[in-house]
């Protein structure tokens, strides 16, 4: 293992830049959602496309970057452990809080398009993702959005209520708001790159993979915005949206997210582990978490442990051990 001030240095890099792309994100969809409310583009558009990228855009960029970069692993780790998060993690925390109902239009569509999606990520990871397989993604994450756009009527209130969390009552300044979306996306790409690189130093410093730092490390910081307004809406009882936003996430994560690094740095994934028992680890917690849901229409206190316990076991059984034994050689 190296020095201790590399794996600080790694962090400190990481940790700013995680919160910085926070901040930078929401600005950059809600300057984006104006401008679009100013046009007079319809809710739906911007509830399902603009906001559904837009909200995954940390995962999207810092996931591209990387593999930009040559480091598909980070990249493959990250949209794995942001999905492991969103329906484990996330959704335990705000359970915890409130018992989260789960609408029939949710179980109808938003549950086994998720779980397809998370199925065919899982399925073409396996070994590697090719540039064929990115444009599989990219196919699969336009068709989605297509369905959406027909299956939607332009006054869907689902669509309406994310788009005024976003845009809010204020008159639109056109000025002011393409500045604010241009700012937001600079800081996005900016903040991206500091987070890859405080992930690889922090990796080879701990010489621990890739792939689980991607899984750990960086999907719970791209996540980090997902827990807190899920908990905040679980405290303020506006659980209506939740879960269709959670499971609209993972769609995206796993098919725009896993497109952009099959188009822009296709490659082998060397950690077979995460590529391997990673995907089976994710498949089991997105599956079990559906079967919940369909189970009494809701998720509460009890099915929120079950949720979190299956999160610390992917996290202990991907570490394999080593993890903990190079975070103890540093603390010494």
């Known amino acids: 293992m190296r020095s201790p001030a590399l794996v600080i240095l790694g962090l400190i890099f990481a940790v700013a830049g995680l919160i910085v792309l926070a901040f930078a994100a929401d600005h950059f969809v809600a300057g984006a959602a104006r401008l679009a409310v100013f046009y007079d583009v319809s809710p739906v558009v911007i509830g399902a496309v603009l906001i559904g990228f837009g909200t995954s855009a940390p995962e999207m960029v810092v996931s591209g970057i990387a593999a930009g970069q040559g480091d598909l692993d980070i990249g493959v780790g990250n ?23 789960v609408a029939s239009a949710t179980l109808r569509r938003e549950v086994p398009i998720s779980v397809a999606s998370v199925l065919v990520f899982a399925l073409l990871v396996q070994g590697g993702i090719t540039r064929f397989e990115g444009g599989v993604f990219a196919a699969l994450i336009l068709g989605f959005l297509v369905f959406v756009l027909r299956s939607s009527s332009s006054t869907d209130g689902s669509f309406a209520g994310d788009v005024g969390e976003f845009v809010g009552d204020e008159p639109v300044v056109v000025e002011k708001a393409a500045a604010r979306a241009l700012v937001g996306l600079a800081f996005v790409v900016v903040s991206s790159y500091f987070i890859v690189d405080g992930a690889e130093r922090v990796a080879n410093a ?33 659980t209506e ?69 299956l999160w610390v076991v992917s996290v202990v059984v991907l570490s394999g051990g080593d993890t903990a034994e190079a975070a103890l050689t540093v603390l010494r």
């Open 241 to 309: 949206l939740l879960i269709g936003n959670l499971l609209g996430s993972n769609v995206f994560n796993s098919l725009a997210v896993g497109g952009i690094i099959g188009l822009v740095g296709p490659g082998p994934v060397l950690d077979t582990t995460l590529a391997e028992t990673g995907s089976v680890l994710m498949v089991v917690i997105v599956i079990t978490s559906a079967v919940f849901m369909l189970i009494g229409g809701s998720v509460g206190r009890n099915k929120a442990f079950v949720l979190f316990f």
């Open 79 to 101: 949209i794995i452990g942001s999905n492991v998060a969103n329906i484990s993690l996330v959704l335990a925390a705000a359970a915890a809080v409130r018992t989260i109902p």
């Open 206 to 238: 701990l010489e621990l993979s890739g792939g689980f730092v991607g899984f750990t490390l960086v999907a719970l910081g791209t996540s980090a915005p997902e827990l807190v307004t899920s908990v905040q809406a679980a405290r303020q009882g506006e």
